[in-house]
């Protein structure tokens, strides 16, 4: 899809296509080495969240793990993006607000094939001990727009038009892996 947008749009601009970690291993790895190839004007955004969130938690690749649990060898997108030949690969932990604008900034600015990615382990993850505890929602800062949402995290929901955890779900969620 980024390759579509790229040849039917303004070609001095530059396209982000993001996917996440285990999309990236089970088909994206051909489409950024097609960006490569073809000389693309793309920043492949690879979402690093150390697990396969999107269809229940399982293993992939980059975690570590077997999909029966045995512990693995960790393919390292860098590596992957690296022998293709993206010469320009910024690593950015996406809770840093002020870290991802530079990031995003400098893959523009990036005259050598330049890639993004986003490393920070799912809070769901037992296996890992996160330097967060649960997720929780300033109230505060909250707009109540719901971008939140499009996480796919199970234990965020809204309510009274601003964002919240369901402490049970995030639990028992995180208990369940």
């Not at 947008?5 to 097609?34: N, R």
Request: with cysteine.
């Amino acid at each position: 899809m980024a390759k579509a947008f790229e040849v039917s749009g303004d070609k001095s601009k530059k396209v982000f296509g993001v996917l996440g970690d285990s999309t990236f291993f089970h088909s994206g790895m051909t489409g950024a080495v097609e960006i490569i190839y073809n000389k693309g004007n793309m920043i492949p955004v690879v979402l690093d969240n150390s697990i396969t969130a999107m269809t229940g938690h399982q293993e992939n690749p980059n975690s570590g793990f077997t999909l029966e649990g045995e512990i693995a060898n960790k393919v390292r997108i860098e590596d992957v993006l690296s022998a293709y030949g993206y010469e320009n690969i910024i690593i950015v932990d996406p809770q840093d607000l002020k870290a991802m604008q530079k990031a995003v900034d400098d893959a523009i600015a990036s005259t050598v094939p330049a890639a993004i990615i986003t490393r920070r382990p799912c809070l769901l993850i037992k296996k890992i001990k996160h330097d967060i505890g649960l997720c929780s929602v300033d109230t505060d800062e909250c707009v109540g727009c719901g971008m939140c949402l499009k996480v796919g995290c199970p234990a965020v929901f809204m309510k009274d038009k601003k964002a919240s955890i369901d402490p049970i779900k995030a639990r028992w969620y995180s208990s369940s892996q």
